[in-house]
């Protein structure tokens, strides 16, 4: 059984019976492949270590690899199975042009869409890692059926997505809702994009590491400057100077991250939020104090008696899900 894609952009129809969605990180490339109802039938994970791993030629090698592995099951057409691509970065998903890309210094004014095409010899789309991410989620995880959503990825950046009436918030030249880079802080801490106080800054891991770090500091407790996954550990220990750090830390962080989903529910009025990245995970440990955050710093008519926060279903899969969704919904 085969399915036609319409390619917008192109006006060209490609059958398929099924899609695969590959997501592009700093630290690794995750990919599945989707059968016509969206079921995962098979995944497939490289690891990015170095810079020099990071290269084009080298993830052009990874690619060949994992296309070539998860098209090779029984009954699935390899030269008629799409490929949708998550990539992190400034770019224009209409005709497939990266401007820049923060985890890959050599990839800028590209085609990315169709160099990466010859690569792979099959039609390439690609997105935005954060708009993979909500299209995931949105069709398969935990935003299923939602039509006004917000989804932030919380890890060493920060990536926002949103959904308004059940389509993909874009901008007018595509490359728009990079909430992650709103100035958030006047005179605040250096953003790798090359501002200062980025809500980036406020809300990554690393912000997360560099609160509990002054707070060690004011209160001369030693602390080993651990990443924001070990501060989570620090505030489950029961007793001790440094799991008051941690805990003093983490409620501090989400004050700041209420603040963040406060402007944005401002603007669109969504009725879910979803979390994903390596924060994510802590969500139960944070989720009381953030909730009674949001509720003071969200107008009553901006919030929804429905609103939800919750955290990604997908887990490390929602970008690599997105993306082959991205084909199949011809949300391109």
Known sequence: MTQNLICKAKNKVFPFAHALGIDIGGHGIKAVILSPTQKVLATAQRHLESP???SLAQVEEHLRSIVEELTAAPGISALATPVGISIPGL???SDGFLQTSPNFPGWSNLNIAEHLGLVLERPVYIENDANCALLGEVHAGAAYGCQDVILLTLG???????????RLLRGGSATGAEGGHIIFYKNGHLCGCGQKGCLETAISGPALSRHAEDLARKNNVDWPSPAAKEVF????QATGPKSLVARRAIAEWSKDLASGIAMFLHLFGSDRVVLCGGLSLALPQYRTNLIKALKRRTLSGCQSPE????????GTLSGAVGAATLVQKGEF
């Open 307 to 314: 609103l939800t926060v919750v955290g990604g279903n997908l």
């Open 91 to 93: 770019l224009r998903p």
């Open 156 to 166: 060493t950046g920060v990536g926002t997505a949103f959904m308004i009436n059940g």
């Open 52 to 54: 020099a791993e990071r």
């Open 233 to 236: 550990g620090m505030a489950q």
